[in-house]
């Protein structure tokens, strides 16, 4: 017998609690949710028109907190007070970041080398779960805000390469955000829930998940069947994305200025950033792009920028090759690429891709949204309303027991 909740003050019958999947991104973040009529996923929309918000979070004089749209132009005014990336800063240590110290134009502590990060604004020291915590409480109050409902579950979506740590800064974060993190799954995962596969129990199906973000590169193979899910093998790198496309533009520009270095004014070093991601993006649909910078008149072609970024694509292929070398599979063996991630828009990451696997690759889902997706349909299964469907998971990294002088003896290997 079937049991039905009545609001006893309103009368109202009651509503099963809404479970909403999150993509906390380096560069943007959303939330997306089964629309109770479609039974579709769809990503949440302000009434601007936008699903999408920069994990940007800006503090001012007064200890004021924005975080999204509003937070982003300050990247450029007021960038020592602006946290943009916190994503990669999730479950590292000092030691972990500091070669890529440069690309942060907020100040990284690092008097304790070994500890987890912490970011200092003003006289105030933020770790990187409070600061994630920041983004994930707007998403939640957007989210109330546009359905006009308490949202206290979700599940969070993580780069499948992350490791346990950062899998439960995660969490943390999630929970002091006000939210109930009934699950942290893995973006690739979530993607090609997105694209309804394994839905059919019938379907046996061997997939590459290749996702290029902002900031994470991540390609997965996952094995599809009988409705289930089975990640066979992940590989990727925490530190390479649209950001380093963005760089080698940046880069490009300031040789041609011949400016060594732009370390003093932070300014000017985050407006040479957002040109050079408006060049990126311009380019992935022409040929040509011109700007005006500092009073100089800066352009790149789209043959230079394929130049430029061969080699940090040609690096997302090696990780391709050791993930079907983990998997054991061939070439032939994959059915379906999809693409993820909205660094996947750019022409030369979609051929070169496409001509690894020998096949067109599969990017009708919005890659800025499909991993959101893919985490509302998972919320759905969790909350009871697919029961023939199963997710397996792999351990992404070795699992032991630290022995004597802090080696590890393996119980899991990897990719178990
Ligand atoms: P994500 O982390 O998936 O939200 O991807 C964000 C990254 O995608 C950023 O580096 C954006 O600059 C990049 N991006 C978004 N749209 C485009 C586009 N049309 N062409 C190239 N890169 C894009």
Redesign the pocket.
């Known amino acids: 017998m079937a049991k039905i909740g009545i609001n006893i003050a309103t009368g109202s019958l009651q509503q099963p609690e809404m479970i909403v999947g999150i993509d906390l991104?380096?560069?943007?973040s959303l939330v997306a949710m089964i629309h109770p009529e479609t039974k579709l996923p769809i990503a949440l929309k302000e009434f601007d028109g936008s699903s999408?918000v920069p994990s940007v979070v800006h503090f001012d004089a007064f200890g004021n907190v924005e975080v999204g749209a509003v937070a982003k132009p300050y990247l450029e005014t007021d960038p020592v007070n602006t946290i943009f990336s916190a994503k990669r800063l999730m479950g590292k240590s000092y030691n972990d970041i500091q070669t890529h110290q440069d690309f942060f134009a907020y100040k990284i502590i690092d008097d304790n080398k070994d500890s987890l990060v912490k970011v200092q604004v003003g006289n105030q020291f933020y770790s990187p779960i409070e600061l994630s915590s920041h983004i994930l409480t707007a998403l939640k109050n957007r989210v109330e805000h546009i359905l006009k409902t308490p949202v206290n579950k979700a599940l969070i979506t993580v780069p499948a390469y992350i490791n346990d740590t950062q899998r439960q800064a995660t969490r943390d974060a999630g929970k002091l955000a006000g939210l109930d993190v009934l699950r942290i799954i893995n973006e690739p995962t979530a993607a090609s829930l997105a694209y309804g596969l394994g839905l059919d129990p019938s379907e046996e199906k061997t997939i590459a998940v290749y996702d290029l973000?902002?900031?994470t590169f991540d390609i997965s193979i996952l094995r599809i069947s009988g409705g289930v899910f089975e990640v066979l093998s992940t590989n990727g790198d925490t530190y390479l994305?649209?950001?380093d496309?963005?760089r080698a533009i940046i880069e490009y520009w300031m040789g041609l200025m011949k400016i060594d270095s732009l370390d003093d004014t932070k300014s000017l070093k985050q407006q040479l950033r957002l040109a050079a991601?408006e060049a990126?993006?311009a380019l992935?649909?022409a040929s040509h792009f011109e700007t005006n910078f500092a009073g100089e008149k800066l352009s790149i072609t789209k043959e230079i920028f394929e130049n430029l970024i061969a080699s940090i694509v040609d690096k997302t292929m090696d990780c391709c090759a050791k993930a079907m070398k983990d998997a054991g599979l061939k070439l032939a063996d994959i059915n379906t690429v999809l693409m993820?991630?909205?660094?996947t828009?750019?022409p030369l990451v979609k051929n070169t891709v496409s001509k690894y696997f020998n096949q067109a690759v599969n990017d009708s889902v919005n890659?800025?949204e499909v991993v959101a997706l893919g985490a509302a349909v998972q919320a759905d299964i969790l909350s009871g309303n697919n029961q023939n469907m199963l997710l397996l998971d792999i351990t992404p990294l070795s699992l032991g027991i630290e022995t004597m002088g802090g080696l590890m003896d393996v119980l899991l290997p990897r990719n178990s």
């Open positions: 991104g380096t560069t943007n999408i973000g902002g900031g994305g649209g950001d496309l963005d991601e990126k993006i992935s649909n993820v991630g909205g660094s828009r750019v890659p800025d």
